[in-house]
Nanobody
Framework: QVQLVESGGGLVQPGGSLRLSCAAS????????MGWYRQAPGKERELVAV???????YAADSVKGRFTISRDNAKNTLFLQMNSLKPEDTAVYYC?????????WGEGTRVTVSS
């Protein structure tokens, strides 16, 4: 049974930082492309950043230069370092694992950026 469990969300002031983690189990973690998505209130879920099984990364323009995605295959864990946070980054952040057109999702962790 595949499980993706996000952690690290919370309330932070504008300009602050948070580090999200996604602990994966039940899958061969290193063989999956992993990603972070987010869904703000009243909006559709959107891609934040992805990292391939080989370590190549892509980030959405809205977070490029502020967010960094990384993975630790030895610990089956995905990370998202978020710096210079803005109120518009407020959303529920979801971890995704993808291989052979099959997607797995975590339940999300809430990030609120507010003064």
């Amino acid at each position: 049974q595949v499980q993706l469990v996000e952690s690290g969300g919370g309330l932070v002031q504008p300009g602050g930082s948070l580090r999200l983690s996604c602990a994966a189990s039940g899958l061969t973690f290193g063989s999956y492309a992993m990603g972070w998505y987010r869904q703000a209130p009243g909006k559709e879920r959107e891609l934040v950043a992805v990292i391939s099984s080989g370590g190549s990364t892509y980030a959405a323009d809205s977070v490029k230069g502020r967010f960094t995605i990384s993975r630790d295959n030895a610990k089956n864990t995905l990370f998202l370092q978020m710096n210079s946070l803005k109120p518009e980054d407020t959303a529920v952040y979801y971890c995704n694992a993808r291989r052979d057109r099959v997607d797995y999702w975590g339940e999300g962790t809430r990030v609120t950026v507010s003064s």
